[in-house]
């Protein structure tokens, strides 16, 4: 029986983990692949204290820093359900049952695509979905943002700021982001609103070139030479398999947590892109793995 189980192996996760093996408790960590989204990322400058990292580098030294502690790591292994007897117990797809006195579920998210034709190919080279993170390479540069909600005015806010001309393309005849924000890009002169545009293909040799978009009022296709594109769709949290759990989930399926990490299932915890954060980025999360593992060993010296 672990102390603390934690599911997910991104920052939040291995953060949890260090921070409840440093107590002395008998921790263990499920992790599917193991890194997280950080897998996937080039160039991190925003890791305070660290002014240039990359993912896989990173990761090696979170990975690094856990292996100093007593945590049992069952890598490749995916949790498919959570559930509340006399102790927590996740079940994993290959069917083994974990026990745990308390439960960190750190799942974190993904983003959903727009699927066309080198959204893929040019990932890192010119395609991204993190303005926080990659906004500042494109400065002097065309970028596009692809989605009109509040993610993607917000994007376009941030990057008008630094590039040099932001064209957003909404799918819909109007831009579902709220009204304070469609207000500031009006005011924003090289900011350019497209609706009604479906995204077809975004093309270039090295780098990005071009996005090529279709008007749906009237079929036409055009195209724009651009150097940057951000995917701003949604990010979908990894938390489908909780649906019927009692682990209670907002409207966009992110878990609800309060301040101490705690989920509304009585000794489950949870940190970092999977839950109502009002941020996702790789420090936020391993400030709420921290938060969650110290949640978690108080919850345990109650009982
Ligand atoms: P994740 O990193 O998503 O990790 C989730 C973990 O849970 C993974 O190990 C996954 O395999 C595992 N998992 C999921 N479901 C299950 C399950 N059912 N059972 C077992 N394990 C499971 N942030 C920055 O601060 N700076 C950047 O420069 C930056 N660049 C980014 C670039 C890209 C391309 C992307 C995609 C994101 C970037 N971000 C950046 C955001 C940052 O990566 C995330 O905020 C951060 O990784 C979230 O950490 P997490 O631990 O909450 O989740």
Redesign the pocket.
């Known amino acids: 029986v672990f102390d603390v189980l934690v ?7 291995n953060s949890a983990a260090i921070y409840a093996a440093r107590k002395g408790i008998h921790t263990g960590m ?9 897998m ?2 080039v160039g ?3 890791m305070i204290g660290t002014p240039y990292t990359e993912g896989p580098k990173l990761m090696a030294q979170v990975e690094a820093h856990v292996n100093q502690y007593k945590v049992d790591i069952m890598k490749g ?4 359900n959570i559930r509340k007897n006399d102790l927590i117990e996740v079940e994993l797809e290959n069917g083994a049952v974990l026990r745990a006195k308390t439960a960190i579920l ?4 993904h ?1 959903r695509n727009v699927n066309v034709p080198g959204e893929e190919e040019f990932r890192t080279k010119g395609v ?3 303005p ?2 990659d906004g500042p390479l494109f400065a002097g540069k065309d970028v596009a943002v692809i989605g009109g909600g509040n993610s993607g005015i917000e994007a376009a806010i941030d990057l008008a700021g630094l590039a040099k001309q932001v064209y957003v393309l909404e799918f819909l005849p109007e831009l579902k982001a709220d009204q304070v924000l469609q207000d500031r890009i009006q005011a924003l002169a090289n900011v350019t609103v497209i609706k009604n545009a479906a995204t077809k293909a975004i093309t270039g040799r090295e780098q990005v070139e071009a996005i090529t978009y279709m008007d749906r009022a009237t079929n036409e296709e055009h195209t724009i030479a651009l150097e940057g594109v951000f995917v701003q769709i949604g990010l979908v949290p ?1 938390t489908a ?1 909780l649906k019927d759990s009692g682990v209670a989930l907002n409207e966009r399926g992110e878990i609800i947590i309060d301040s101490h990490g705690a989920t509304s299932l009585e000794g489950v915890f949870a ?4 839950t109502t954060s009002a941020y ?4 936020i ?1 391993m400030g709420a793995g921290a938060t969650a593992a110290l949640g978690a060993f108080d919850h345990l010296i109650r009982q």
Do not use: L
Not at 30 to 38: A, I
Not at 77 to 80: F, G, H, I, T, V
Not at 271 to 274: E, I, K, L, R, S
């Open positions: 599911v997910g192996g991104g920052p939040a996760g499920v992790v599917e692949t193991y890194g997280g989204q950080v996937d990322t991190i400058e925003n292994q995916r949790a498919k750190a799942v974190g998210a983003w991204t979905n993190c926080h993170c990894n398999w940190a970092g892109d999977c996702k980025q790789i420090i999360s």
